[in-house]
């Protein structure tokens, strides 16, 4: 605040109301995480339809419980995120999230674990983007 065109000094400094980031002492508890791989697993087309993205349609990561359960409140590794379109995620009755995970594998006819595994391989050899025949040997 201007008093005149003097400006009026505070006599004690400002609390810091924002603890200051440290590092971790000790590993983080929980699944494994990776933005790098949720990111690359946007890039490939649904599993479901196999449309790419680009557009009006846009991949998300969808965490399976394949690689082990998760705990109370706590999603499952990155590892695990198959791609998903919208539709196919959240969006639609015969979505991942409106079927559960053993009917929605039942209704599109997919093996997810080896689709999660072949996915992991394929992040570990950073190969050419799949393709639409990719992911045809995972329907069962």
């Known amino acids: 605040m201007l008093r005149g065109s003097v400006a009026i000094r505070r006599r004690v400094p400002l609390r810091r109301l924002t603890p200051l980031i440290t590092r971790r002492t ?3 508890r929980g699944p494994p995480r990776s933005l790098a791989y949720l990111a690359w697993i946007r890039t490939l087309g649904c ?3 196999r449309r790419p993205p680009g557009g009006v ?3 998300e990561a969808a965490h399976t419980n394949v690689l082990g ?3 109370l409140r706590q999603k499952t590794s990155d590892y695990s995120a198959i791609p998903l379109c ?3 995620h959240r969006g639609d009755c015969d979505s991942y999230h409106h079927l559960g995970e053993q009917r929605f594998a ?3 006819q997919l093996n997810l674990r080896e689709l999660v595994m072949a996915l992991n391989h394929r992040y570990c050899r950073r190969g050419p ?3 639409a025949l990719y992911f045809e040997d995972f329907h069962d």
């Open 26 to 28: 000790r590993p983080r």
């Open 47 to 49: 599993a479901v339809c």
């Open 57 to 59: 349609v846009a991949s």
């Open 69 to 71: 359960p998760r705990g």
């Open 86 to 88: 919208f539709r196919h």
């Open 106 to 108: 039942q209704t599109h």
């Open 129 to 131: 983007r799949l393709s």
